[in-house]
Nanobody, 115 residues
């Protein structure tokens, strides 16, 4: 079984910062490509950022230069540091593990960017 505990979401003002965490149980973390996805109301879920098990990263164009993804394999934890947040970043953010051909998803954490 794989379980995720996502934390760090909430309400933040435009221009502010927020850090999301995803603690993972099970034995797949260090072998998986980990990622964050998000889904805004009325929109499809979209990729935000990924990090491979050796630390290579990818980012959606909309968050490049503002978001940083990182992982701590010793703690089985994934992070997303979000800076210069915009109202359009408002969404439910989901932690994802790509373990070979299988994907695992967290329950999601709400991020709201509003004044």
């Amino acid at each position: 079984q794989v379980h995720f505990v996502e934390s760090g979401g909430g309400l933040v003002q435009p221009g502010g910062s927020m850090r999301l965490s995803c603690a993972t149980s099970g034995n797949i973390f260090s072998l998986s490509t980990m990622g964050w996805y998000r889904q805004a109301p009325g929109k499809q879920r979209e990729l935000v950022a990924t990090v491979t098990r050796v630390g290579s990263t990818t980012f959606a164009d909309s968050v490049k230069g503002r978001f940083t993804i990182s992982r701590d394999n010793a703690k089985n934890t994934l992070y997303l540091q979000m800076n210069s947040l915009k109202p359009e970043d408002t969404a439910v953010y989901y932690c994802n593990a790509q373990f070979f051909a299988v994907q695992y998803w967290g329950q999601g954490t709400q991020v709201t960017v509003s004044s």
